[in-house]
């Protein structure tokens, strides 16, 4: 906070010399390339984030979202990869018309029609026209352009005509507008950049929507809007003056919640199941919590506390709920929902990657995958890519595997099967030091009557248990470098590229000299040249996409 | 009654049949209504029956020599695994030895099957479907013209679990409650084709001639991408377009058929990977299917039993079907593994259901069963060991009477890509050469073609 | 009876206060010590009957219903005509076959405007229950009145167990009955007249001979997984406002036995709101060493006035299968605890109850944080 409000009082001020001199202590931004535009589909949590922001939140969205892929290890780029098909899009159209009816019911359109027709039963031009301009304009994340102006206030002019009612006219325009590729993609334009000779730099209102999905996760405001309109973006000091501001904001932990949601594979929580014969106590409650237990971690350390990151894999504070905490066998006060928590010395759990979200998410339903759980400290910590399980391997060595009384047993067959031993062998014995926990993420000391070894290594550095881990995790330089990669692609919603080098280096020492506080991060990329600069011709890119066809499929355990 | 159809009523004339007496002039995109001047929509021109095409999905395979004889041509002798498909042995072809080559791609285990199967080509990586699946294609030839241009249903309770793919970046994901299934189908915009006094709804009227603006507006949006991103939400205005081919379907009546009922709601089950809860989901949602076909509601469906590696489960045991596949033990005694043979039993059970249901519905002469063309495919062959080649692939359904059944048929280690080949032409997908690679194919297998 | 539970309530809600205070107050005095507590919430309940297949304790058969009575009294041409010539069930007879008062009265509510004949009761010698009343005979004492014996189920001579003698014959009191299992399942179900119990003091689960035991009533609802079972190591708040007795006990070889206690715990069953009003209550639970499980008896002189409240309020009658009024003077014949010391007329039936526990966290109300235990 205070290091916050001394940069206003620079940039309000004294501004240029001080700010300069503080600037030229550390790292400095390299030469920028300029990146690309991309086109993302609106994610489910922008389109509910935008829809309260306009509406309020007693406009109630309910039907199921198709979300995108997940590419480069997160969903936001693959939002840059997805397109709409048939089902998808009929279900917009359900959902745009839900709202669309919702919006326009008596008590809520007086508050959220910006004018009042002449006559209800009747069209009226000029009221239509205002209230779609203003709606519109958030919508779209930009003002509309004449023809769409013209056109939106046509259909509803005559929709209003054939109903005989002004707001059904309205309604049937909102509902068109929420299935827009205007709405449901995020498009990107760009313009000549005065500062960087043959590179193109975003526009001022293709600015604000990058920033304000990136910090907000949802459409730029009022205030933001205006000054992209008024040109503050193109100013260094006017991002910077919206970056504080909006960085100063609640509204900022939705932001990094979603991050952290997406990097983390959340959104296969909605998929998660646990044979609740085996794990009597998972329930959808649980489910919910695990998650929330995880985000509410992260937030408090990173924004409330902006705390270092690399601490997400040692802290022992959390927070609990009765059901968490019955998973956790520890007391919890039921009067409030969550409460503070810190884990004790000498307890098996601390980091984020002893929480039962990441044990419970990487497990099968009936038992716990050291596999499963040390591929994704890999792929999610380190940005490690794990290759695939072999095709046409002979299983019928494993047939003494189910003898096995420990993952650790079972597990051997793989490690010593030469066509399987390449992946195990870098996975395992990760997912090892993990084992004292179950398929849901309960403490454990045995498993089938056999005490349980959670000795294990990460590239030859050995460790101990899930707190080992969460050491080893704390100080690898990967796991820094993986989150600046992963909040880069985020914003950018482009994973880094060979041209992104440079940046990336800069961005490593930058948040080395800012103590790995998260925060920071989010404003370097945000402030820098290379969040906003683009070349001249879009760098080129694969439309052939991938995507999570068959939903998360799990190596060989 | 019939009625001609008019080539292009004029705009104001529909509406002005649409909204009585509202004097409007309408300068919105209209497209064309097939209406007449009282409103009332075109009823049945007498055309023949449609043919229907769909999928059947199952994870995991077969267990080798314990679900059809070695005996090839007619005769089908299902064995154990298929004892469910034995009275529709008549109704089924089954393709054998026919092989994935891979050109040298690195196989992605439970990912390579399918997409080669569906699509015509082995994928480089995983998750990668370059190809429209077969469905796509068909539908682009008969998917238009009904309510729904398809209609993709998963049993396992995993909306993504869908392989109908236009493109890699949009599935057309699955319904997975058959409660929110019979909502989208048999739900308060449902129109009874058998009831006589047909109206279409103002509302869709309005609804298409808006979707109608925003197409005309995603015209002047795309004017102002790149090409690249252009071409990369392609996907976006075929399905507008389809959307308001769709509302343009609900303004007239669908073709009556005396099969078509609505059936009751069903009761909301669990909905999960267990088999028991896929089951179940299997078999209400099949039930509904083959009502949303007898009502001309779609022509075109995706029904996924279990997931390609199948995560299917027994309440109460740490392993799901496709950890049992690599490791559960031989029996010593049988020689197979049981509680996987189990699953794929089950499988074909639920198959057997799926053939049941459409063999009920009376259509003509004859059956919903014959008026279908059913192309069913697993992932794998033998599971246990990720086998691409002889992946089980099966058609059902005799497609109005142009699709031969009751066969054998020996691939004799030719590509899998032929059985969707002759798939899309006896659907009559006008296409030479189907897939990429080793798998493109241009023979059709003639003995099933009628 | 003379006795008024109301005030009873409120001297149990004041020490419920106390033993809350104390009892959190406690770790942190006795930091050294690291005296554990170990919290349980119960998961079964049922009254101890040692009924056997064939009915060996009931000689006389079983007890005859309202129903029966009420019909006994018709002529059959009365009978076809409120059977609706046979149709009707007892269980749809049940409201009108409790109205057989002179006037019409309900008898349960009024059970001494009529006069059925003798209750059957147990005859046989085995039960489950303890000896409370101290003698070997059952004799009068100044806190008893005279009653039959029984041997315990283990062999322990001259066990005090009026309340199975008492409805041992009843159906629906019967380990198979209706009503005892009826209210078990709807106290899980709906989460009403839960008992938590909380074991403090604790040095070692085996033996350990200064423990206390205390009997709360959760504010928050029973949690239970998808197959109905009691989830373990769930949190619970408890309601300071009522219960909350704390009873000395002690250890041994992993069986806690508790001295005698006056204790009010929550009760409901059969959509009957209650409480049981146990005088020189004793537990005796087996507990696991590590705190996992707990199952047990519990012992003492079931109050009658909250016992016949509960009893006529259940409106069972006719499936129960008991006489209201029979039902009322043998309860009142066998009552053998408490005489009062105006009438003489005992106020308290011996009793014996089974019990089953899962580990549950007891949260006091001063507890604004989550604990490790």
Redesign the interface.
Known sequence: MIGVSLRKYLRAGLAGVVAVALSSCGPKEPAVSGGS???RQITEAQYRNIIRDVFGSSVTIIG?F????REAGLLAVGAS??????????RY?NLG?SIASQVMEEKRRANLVSCTPKAPKEADDACARDFLGKVGRMLYRRPL?S??LD?ET??AT??A????DFYAGLE??L??ML????F??I?E?TEADPDHAGLQRLTGLSKASRLSFLLWNTAPDEELLAAAEKGDLNTKRGMERQIDRMLDSPAVEAGVRNFFSDMLGFDAVE?L?K????Y??Y?STVANDLKEQTLRTLVDLLVTKDGDYRDIFTSRKTF?S??L??VN???????TTW???E??EN?PRSGIQTQVSFLALHS????SSPTLRGKAVREIFLCQAVP?????????N??N??VAKTARE?LTVHRTNPTCAGCHKVVDPIGLTLENFD?MGQFRTTENGVPIDVSGDLDGQPFEGGVGLGKVLHDSPAATSCVINRVYAYATGRAAGRGDVAFIDYLEKRFAADGFRFKSLLRTIAESDAFSTVAAK?A??S?????????H??L?? | MTFLIPRKPTRRSVLRGMLGSAAISVSLPFLDCFLNTNGTALAATGAPLPVRFGTWFWGLGQTPGRAISNKMGAGIEFLDECKALIPYRDHINYFSNFNTPLDGKVSQVHFTGWVAARTGEAPGRDRDVRLPTLDVLVGDLIGSGSRFRSLDVSCTGNPKDSYSFRSAGAPNTAEVSPVSFYARVFGPEFVDPNKGDFKADPNVVLRKSVLSAVNEQSKQFVSTLGAEDKARIDQYFTSIRQLEDNLAAQMQKPEANAACHVPGLPVEGQIGTEVGFAQTNHKLMTDLMVLALACNQTKLFNMLYSDSGSSLRLPGTSQNHHNLTHEEPNDPKLGYQVLSAKFATWSMEAFGYFLEAFSKVREGDGTLLDNTFIFANSDTSHAKIHLNDNIPIMTAGKAGGRLKTGLHIDGGGNPLSRVGFTALQIMGVPVEAWGSGALRTSKPITEIMA | MGLNPRVYLAVAAVAGLIGATVIAASPAKTAPAAKKSYGFVVSSLFTAMNDSKYMDECPEGLTESNDERWLRNMTPEQREKVTAGGKRTHVDRRLAAALRGPNGEDVCWNPELVKDPPMRTVQSGTSFGMNLDGTTDGKATAKSCAHQKFVGVDGTPAVDNQLFRLMGCTKGWRSDGYIENSAQTERLDISQGIILVEVTDVDDTRNDDDVKVSFYRPTDKLLKDGTGAVLTYVSYQIDPTRYGDTAKGRIKDGVLTTDPIDVHLPFFGNVVISEMYLKDMRLKLNMAADGSSAKGQMFGYYDWETWWDYTRKIGLAVIARHSCPALYEASRRLADGYPDPVTGECTALSSAFKVEMVPAFVVHPNIKTAQAH
């Open positions: 535009t991309v086109v199921r198709d979300a995108p892929g990869k997805a397109d709409i098909a048939p089902a998808t899009l009929e159209d018309r352009t023809a769409e056109l046509r259909i005559e929709a005509k054939a109903r005989g049937f325009a509902a068109g299935v827009t590729p205007q449901l993609f498009a334009a998929q199941a044979d609740t014969i085996i009597p106590a329930s609990m009765r059901q905490a019955m066998r520890i007391s919890a006060p039921t009067e409460v503070p928590y884990f004790a307890d099968h339903p009936g038992m695939p399980p072999p095709g046409d391997v002979n299983f019928d494993f047939n595997a189910a079972r398929g879009p080129s890119q439309n052939k996409v991938a995507f999570d066809a068959s939903g499929k799990e060989q355990p």
